[in-house]
């Protein structure tokens, strides 16, 4: 069982920079596959990256890749998404989830923390 709890968000202007931080708690975060969401208003849910359990090979999606970075401390059990290069279509609710070894889909999600980007 995990909980998660972003924060970060904030108001930031085209071309800035944000670092959104997800803490987590709960027992062996370590073994969790670890993503980050967002979703704008009007629109479905969308995937942006995930970093596994081993911190190998993080996969980004095109919307992002190039401009968000992931990591996680598995010692603090956080995970963080530098996003840089912010556009106004960044804008949006963004959510951690996690991911149990094995499973299917992502189990455990944050509350969510808005990101808006201002033109």
């Known amino acids: 069982q995990l909980e998660l709890e972003e924060f970060g968000g904030g108001l930031v202007q085209t071309g800035g920079s944000l670092r959104l931080s997800c803490s987590a708690s709960?027992?062996?975060?370590?073994?969790?596959?670890m993503a980050w969401f967002r979703q704008a208003p009007g629109k479905a849910r969308e995937f942006l990256v995930v970093?596994?359990?081993?911190?190998?090979?993080?996969y980004y999606a095109d919307s992002v890749r190039g401009r968000f970075t992931i990591s996680r401390d598995n010692a603090k059990a956080m995970v963080y998404l530098q996003m840089t290069n912010l556009k106004p279509d960044d804008t949006a609710v963004y959510y951690c989830?996690?991911?149990?070894?094995?499973?299917?889909?992502?189990?455990?999600w944050g509350q969510g923390t808005q990101v808006t980007v201002s033109s």
């Open positions: 709960g027992l062996r975060f370590w073994s969790y596959d």
């Open positions: 970093i596994d359990r081993t911190l190998a090979n993080p």
């Open positions: 989830a996690a991911r149990a070894q094995g499973g299917s889909g992502y189990a455990y």
